[in-house]
């Protein structure tokens, strides 16, 4: 699972640096902050826990 977390934040990364250098700046750098802030998330002890309470007050059966 660290894999695709370790996706996740260099996608972000690249889509800031790709947002700030480009023309698209806004809909870009907000995707990469977004990716990497979940990422980070993610990373965290307990995150699993409240990732499956969510799911589980939303009626989502995994």
């Not at 640096?17 to 990422?39: E, M, T």
Request: without cysteine; negative net charge.
């Amino acid at each position: 699972m660290g894999f695709w977390y370790f996706l996740i934040l260099f996608v972000g990364i690249f889509l800031v640096v790709k947002g700030l250098l480009g023309n698209k700046r806004n809909g870009l750098v907000l995707i990469g902050v977004i990716s990497i802030a979940f990422s980070i998330f993610m990373f965290q002890p307990g995150s699993d826990e409240i990732i499956s309470e969510l799911f589980n007050f939303f009626g989502i059966d995994i």
